[in-house]
């Protein structure tokens, strides 16, 4: 039973082994039944039962020891009909159910000293029984014999020899023993089953386990190794021809043993190998180690192969032969080409990219990269491998770019626009986009970029228009507001024509009036002055006739403003420095005023161009303006005249410190007629109004009430004049 | 010998006024009431020291009396009399020895004419 546990723990897979156990454990049956049974205090009935176990055993085990030797001598067509399984059991099957049921083998126990033997019964069965144990064991020794006559290996011989003695002992003692003496109704002899089977099992355990361990010796071993293994392995001898090659040899080349046998390794070899390639075969140095190569088939075609040789010496260091052991590589390289022809196509894809394209690691070292980004960064490769990803960027960017990094390692993805440096300095415009993922524990940034510089310009063009358009809208924003006042000044002008309408109406009306008026003014004051001609001694008379005469001066002064007025001319113009023209009209006036506590302060603009105007004109303007600011003082203050240059005008202020103008009557003042003075006849502005515009210029009021007033009088500087 | 003087106005009661003072001056007065009067006057062959003339006349009036003077080479000075304040300006190609605007002061026109014939 141990024998059984230790062939089943040795290999408890092994068919051999299996079969082994079996038959052991049909010995162990029996022998149970031996040792049950020679105890002469076993009760009949217990022997009876043990017989019945222990003939599972002597019935059968000739059948497993059968099967067992036709495993061993490896008879595997015959192990695979399966007629012979009812060959070996059906008939002991019956045997067994024959001896349970109605003791056919086995009669009767007999009480001996020893125990109980057994009384064989004299049946067809019985003789069944002995003749089929016989028959299989002789066959099992016959097959033996045959396998140990074609075993090359001595151990195997030695084992086949054990095994066919302690089989021939253990049959010839057991079948004297349990056979022939109890048919000889000798039962002295305690039936020695038990040590019979024991010294079966035991040589069989010995062959088995002995010789089976002892086959595998580094030879057997190599032997095995070599003719599985999947490698081609071809041996050389001395003279470089082919003494044999393994079966993976033959598959991969398509050759026979026979055929491949003695031939030069020449054969074998395909184009590039290092035996033809170099003049001394470098196989013979035993250099060859993981050579690419290929070997050449039967037929012809060529098989891509790792080759590694190595030389086999003598003790006395002269050439024995090479071993050659070659890789068939062809899967490999099929796989390889496939990944190749990727790469290529990747890498087609990759450069056929219209902006560029790279790859680098979470250090920062470019890894993959298109030629677009070696053409626009101007680098090399050899310097792009140098590089860390932020070299090909401004000093500016680069702390944007480095977060931007981080960014994407951070969250995968990221896009920016920057400027990428070339190698010259040249800043060129792109959308980068990176995209990170994890091989491996390892991150890398896959990248392009996009040349905006088109969009940028677009964007750039964009916005100039869009200035211009800005500029535009300014412009016509201005011509708006210029037409605005255009329009407003034509409503001035309008207003002014208007004006002039009427005053020239008027003026014509004056005229008229004025002439009619000169007459009998004429020949009023003429009787007058030929009344007081006369002796008059009636003072009365003598002082109204003056004061007729005066009346008539007066009249003929208003007549003479009407008509002046009513004239509008520029009058005799010349060159007239204006600064000497003002302080001509300031002589006249300076002491009368300074009678009046009115003081004149003078603030002329020296070197103004002189103007081409009428002095006279202008002298009774400035008069004008003079009486009327020393009007608005009555109890005096000061008047300041200025005089000063603005572009093409030259601009005259009186300003004083008077009463001013009430805002109502500002629009009137130039009205003629229109006068807030007892005595005054309304005409005096209108007229310097209608010269100052007869030159082209400009008059007018600013005045706050109770703070005084500036009349302003611009004129223009005409051309050509200094 | 008193001085001959054409004075013309279509006004009477001038007429009246400078022929009154004029005689009382010492002047030998003519008086003609229009410009028609007046040529026909001076075409008659009498002669004047000095023609006082009024500008505005209906009919022939002082511009056109000065022309027709001017035509039959007339050298007898003539003061226009007028109301225009820039006559002088407006009418200065034509020729005229003086000229005093109305209402006229009748001292400063008897110093105007004593002037123009103590010259001649």
Known sequence: MTLAGFALYKNPRSPLNRTFAAFLACLVLWSLENIVTQSPDTPQDIARLFDNIGSIGWISFSGFYLWLILIFTEKKKILKTKILYLLLFGLPLVLLYKNWAAHAIIKDLVRQPYGWSFIYANSVWTYLYFSYYMAVILIALYLLVQYGKSAHETNRKKQVAVMFFTTIASLILGTINDVVLPELNIHTIPPMGN??????????????ER???????????????ISRMSDSLVLLDAKGNIAAANNATLRLLGYTQHEIAGEPIALLLGEKTPDKTEKEPLLW????????????????????????????????????GVVMVAHDISERKKTQDAVLKEKNISAAIINSLPGIFYLFDDKGNFLQWNKNFETITGYAKEEIREMKPLDIFGEEDKQRIRDAIQQAFFKGKVSMEADLMTKSGEKVSYLFSGETFDIEGVQYLLGTGLDINQRMKKEKELERINMKLEGSEKALVNILSDLKYSHEELQNTQAQLIQSAKLASLGKLIADIAHEINNPLMIILGRAQLSLMEDITNEELKNNLHIIMNQCDRAKGIIQRLLMFSKQTKGEVKNTDINQCIEFTVQLIEHQFSLKNVKIIRQYEPLLPSLRIDEKRMHEIFLNLLNNAQEAMPNGGAITITTSSEKNTIRIDFKDAGVGIPKENIAKIFDPFFTTKEKGTGLGLSICYSIIKAYGGEMRHESKPGEGTTAIILLPIEE??? | MKRKILVVDDEPEILALLGEYLTKKGFQVTKCSGGEEALAT????????????????????????????????????VIFLTGDIDWEAKHCDVKVDSFINKPVDLHKLLDKINKILKVR
């Open chain 1, 195 to 208: 040590i019979t089977a024991l010294i079966w099992a035991g040589g069989m355990i010995f062959a088995m």
């Open chain 1, 211 to 225: 010789y089976k361990l002892l086959v595998i010796t580094p030879t057997v071993a190599a032997d095995e190794i």
């Open chain 1, 285 to 320: 140095k035993g250099l060859v180690k993981d050579y690419e190569t290929s070997y050449r088939t039967k037929t012809g075609a060529l098989v891509p192969v790792i080759l590694s040789c190595s030389v086999v010496r003598s003790s006395e260091g002269g050439t024995m």
């Open chain 1, 720 to 722: 050509g004049t200094v």
């Open chain 2, 42 to 77: 001076v075409k008659s062959g009498r002669t004047f020291d000095i023609i006082l003339l009024d500008g505005r006349m209906p009919g022939i009036d002082g511009i056109a009396v000065l022309e027709e003077f001017e035509n039959m080479k007339f050298n007898i000075p």
